[in-house]
């Protein structure tokens, strides 16, 4: 998969129909520290999330460990992975961008847990063969606290509505 960026609301959409056009079986993963206020918005996406999706949707709150859940989500046997984390995109608090995570090292998107995502994301393609892609949301905020700044509440709140309706 090559690079690929979307900030306008219809390029996301597109971008990820694109990408979910042959799923079967989606993990969705939150990611972030509910300690860091805008870092917890992958986490709030997918609490979002529960009971608007269907059974082909798995929805996990891997906060700041996403290793930890190697063994469920192998188990599901995805065909898609979408991991949701907040990240540095140098762009407006809130905008988000769909990215390839084997293209990450060349991104400025920064995380708060102890494997590094590109590592993750390797060892999950290798055991479950699936396709997998990142949405990384700009935080305004990512200080010590709880809660998300207004921003990321709007942006919380479009993308779960978004995902609602394009996930399996």
């Not at 690079?3 to 597109?14: F, V």
């Not at 290793?67 to 608090?93: C, R, V």
Request: a positive charge; glycine letters at 6%.
């Amino acid at each position: 998969m090559k690079k690929q960026y979307a900030t306008d609301t219809n390029e996301l959409e597109d971008k990820l129909q694109s990408w979910l056009s042959d799923a079967r079986r989606v993990v969705v993963t939150g990611i972030g520290n509910p300690l860091r206020k805008d870092d917890f918005v992958g986490v709030k996406i997918v609490r979002n999330l529960r009971g608007k999706v269907s059974q082909l949707v798995y929805l996990l709150e891997c906060e700041t460990v996403p290793e930890s859940f190697i063994g469920p989500i192998t188990k599901f046997k995805p065909t898609h992975i979408l991991l949701i984390d907040a990240g540095i995109l140098n762009q407006e608090s809130g905008s988000s961008k769909l990215i390839d995570p084997y293209q990450m090292a060349t991104q400025t998107a920064i995380s708060t847990h102890a494997l590094p995502l590109q590592i993750f994301c390797k060892y999950l393609a290798k055991t479950t063969g699936a396709k997998i892609v990142l949405l990384v949301i700009q935080p305004k905020d990512t200080s010590f606290g709880e809660g998300l700044t207004a921003e990321l509440k709007e942006a919380a709140k479009h993308l779960t509505c978004l995902l609602s309706k394009i996930l399996p």
